[in-house]
């Protein structure tokens, strides 16, 4: 046998099962033996071009055995009770086949490689075999590195907050984890990473050991592939979280899911918001939201509403953004809405965490922390624009979704105090099943004033002192929302949580009516140059997690 990498001698294919294979590896004259290795892994591996199944499966098990060589699954057995085994695999002929060709349907592909005596000679893969045999060392490094990015620091009060009775500690975890089928969907940006650490179950462990650490009593998790979702909930559920999830729309097959701990909060009401409006331009992409409206279980009077979404990717689209931010907004005023006072409208405190897809300086950052935006005249970017201007109307009117985002049906019946107060969103639970919305719907609301076919600028008058508008060019939002990251460090150096053409800042969590009192530390895009690409051995996805804890004030018994 020649060696193949300077750490690993041979590597066999012994047996296979339904969805398994043996797999004997030859390292520093010890043999490995390792089983359970999933079919998929290497015949993802085999579809990779440049990478072949066997250099990926080398560096994998090379990695593994050096990360982690007492792990159970990693069994090292004396040589002289594989000899038999080896002898068949290995025998003086290199093209005995290994494995029996009628139980291995990928067997040509793989098992060429497999019994292939030659080094591989193409550069490119040369290249890829270094990049896929990451020393143990640099592993460790990298794992020490990153944590080391990654601490709850106290903030504000929470320095020196008395413990009280009156008060209750929330921590969020919020986490872009990448799905798998985006991720094997756009390969290309992943064509330079180590492979191992593009696998669903490497990185599975990876994400699922950072969540439960951070010990959140809420998690929010975006880009959680439907198929994976049964098997990834099982240690949440172990540890006491409930769940809700929400697929994107059509032919999407990742979506959110938000965990929240039930030995802790009561669920009194959520809504699956869906983006996607049919008919309706700016509303025709498959992002959605979840909100829900938790009470504290020793304090029922205590609640707090908590939403999670992944807005559009698209990076030059922040008007479709602002267009489901402004949708998202409505139906946190319609479930985080307490009552009316002198002082204007009360609402439950808020969080809302997720992958916003945009960044700090951004128009639709403004809009969500100052509380206001004008769009009208600039350009699908929202910066200022010579041409293809925005018009003064963002969504269209007959969705009933105001300039200030409130449901027009639902402000009028409060302040009215009459009609049914709908929500005319499609696939809303409150709102019209999907491609019901017809002239005969809108019939129904024929009393009300709003003219839903006029896109130019109407302001009507619910009640005395009170009108709303539709078609103004600017919107507002009712709630005085901050972020838990200033998204600079003291040196004013730029925090990321992701990569995308350089690293920036796509995630947040935004909060009202709640102290911030601890932060989930972020590198800065400086430190995070120093980080191998990810997903990398120590970090399991293409964005970096973000959490907050926080001081919900109690409410007492009246
Ligand atoms: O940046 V993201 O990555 O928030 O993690 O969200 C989207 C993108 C996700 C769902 O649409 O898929 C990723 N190039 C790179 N990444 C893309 C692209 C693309 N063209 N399209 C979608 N995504």
């Known amino acids: 046998m020649i060696p193949v990498t300077p750490l690993l001698t041979a590597i066999t294919v012994t047996r296979t099962f339904r969805r398994n294979i043996d797999v004997i590896l030859f390292h520093c004259k ?39 060589a007492s792990e159970s699954t990693h069994r090292e057995f004396q040589k002289s ?17 290994p494995c029996d060709a009628s139980t291995v349907n990928f067997k040509d592909n793989l098992m060429n490689h497999e019994c292939t005596s030659s080094p591989p000679t193409n550069p490119d893969l040369n290249l890829n075999l ?22 709850w620091k106290k903030v504000g009060r929470g320095r020196s907050l008395p413990s009280s009775e009156a008060n ?38 990876l994400l699922i050991q950072e969540i439960l650490e951070a010990q959140a009593t ?3 998790l975006q880009e959680m592939q439907e198929d994976h979702l049964n098997e990834f909930l099982k240690p949440f559920k172990e540890h006491k979280y409930n769940h809700l999830y929400k697929k994107r729309t059509n032919d999407k097959n990742d979506g959110l899911l938000l965990m929240f701990r039930s030995d802790v909060f009561d669920l009194i009401e959520y809504e699956n918001v869906e983006f996607f409006q049919s008919g309706t ?18 304090s029922p009077e205590t609640q707090i509403v908590i939403a999670t979404t992944h807005l559009l990717y698209n990076p030059k689209r922040n008007d479709i953004r602002l267009g489901q931010t402004q949708i998202l907004m409505a139906e946190l005023e319609r479930i985080a809405f307490i009552k009316n006072t002198s002082r204007g409208p009360k609402y439950h405190p808020i969080i809302l965490a997720g992958d916003f897809n945009l960044q700090p300086k951004s128009g639709v950052y403004k809009f969500i922390t100052e509380g206001s935006f004008a769009y ?58 999907r491609g019901s919305r017809d002239s005969s719907d809108q019939n129904q609301f024929k009393r009300n004033e709003v003219d839903v076919q006029n896109r130019n600028f109407q302001k009507i008058q619910i009640s005395d002192g009170h009108h709303v508008k539709f078609g103004s060019g600017s919107l507002t939002h009712p709630f005085k929302l901050r972020s838990v990251y200033s998204h600079i460090d003291r ?48 970090i399991g996805s293409d964005h970096l997690s973000i959490g907050a804890t926080f001081i919900l004030r109690k409410k007492l018994r009246q």
């Open 30 to 68: 010890k043999v490995y033996h390792m089983t359970t290795i999933p079919l998929k892994h290497l015949l993802i591996k085999n579809l990779n071009k440049e990478a072949s199944g066997v250099e990926a499966l080398f560096s994998t098990y090379v990695d593994l055995i050096e990360s982690n």
């Open 81 to 97: 009770i594989m000899e038999p085994y080896l002898k068949t695999c290995y025998g003086s002929s290199i093209n005995h086949r």
């Open 130 to 151: 270094q990049e896929n045999t990451t020393p143990t060392s640099d592993i460790r490094r990298a794992l020490q590195n990153y944590k080391a990015m990654r601490s």
């Open 168 to 205: 209750f500690v929330i921590r969020l975890f919020s986490y872009n984890i990448l799905a798998q089928y985006l991720l094997e969907t756009h390969s290309y940006l992943y064509k330079h990473h180590n492979q191992c650490s593009l696998e669903w179950e490497t990185r599975k462990k």
């Open 218 to 220: 809420v998690i929010c």
């Open 281 to 298: 331009d700016l509303l025709n992409r498959d992002n959605v939201a979840i909100i829900v409206k938790l009470s504290l279980k020793n």
């Open 376 to 433: 009208m005249g600039k350009s699908r970017t929202l910066e200022q624009a010579d041409h293809r201007r925005l018009s003064n109307s963002l969504i269209p009117p007959h969705l009933y979704v105001t300039d200030s985002c409130q449901h027009f049906f639902i402000l009028s019946k409060r302040l009215r105090n009459r009609g049914e107060g709908n929500v005319m969103l499609e696939n809303s639970e409150k709102g019209p099943p």
């Open 491 to 538: 040196n004013g150096q730029d925090e990321a949580t992701t990569h995308q053409d350089g690293w920036v800042t796509v995630d947040y969590i935004f909060f009202s009516e709640v102290e911030l009192i601890e932060q989930y530390t972020l590198p800065t895009q400086k430190q995070c140059k120093a980080l191998a690409t990810i997903p990398n051995h120590a």
